[in-house]
């Protein structure tokens, strides 16, 4: 398997992981559920956790999130994540597939959205 690098990430490798304890101090409702995750709820949260396994598009959503307008356009997103913007397409409809983000087309661009209920079932999913 071919390893893709992306210049303007940091490798997860070089991250130090966070322990249980830290994770007890810093989000003591993520360890402390008193309720399960509905089986329904899982399989929407894992859809959503793996379409945030990606490093590229964990930072694509931040940006569109974050934008003035809450919107963004595939070309505003591939300078800054350095990557091109086919992989920057790939990376969006991912996002998308897995309910995290909307799109809609204006003329030749596409403009993207986050949805709001979608980072809601990602908090419920983690109880916090």
């Not at 994770?23 to 899982?42: N, R, V």
């Amino acid at each position: 398997m071919a390893t893709t690098t992306f210049p303007n990430l940091i490798p997860l490798e070089t991250l130090p992981l966070r322990t249980v304890d830290e994770l007890q101090a810093c989000c003591p409702d993520l360890l402390t559920s008193e309720a399960t995750i509905s089986e329904e709820d899982a399989v929407l949260a894992a859809r959503v956790f793996k379409a945030l396994s990606d490093p590229a598009r964990v930072r694509l959503l931040s940006m569109i999130a974050s934008s003035e307008a809450r919107e963004a356009c595939v070309c505003d997103l591939t300078e800054p994540v350095g990557l091109s913007q086919p992989t920057v397409s790939h990376h969006l409809k991912v996002l998308h597939d897995a309910g995290l983000i909307d799109r809609e087309r204006r003329a030749s661009w596409v403009y993207y959205r986050l949805r709001p209920e979608a980072i809601a079932v990602v908090a419920r999913a983690l109880r916090v």
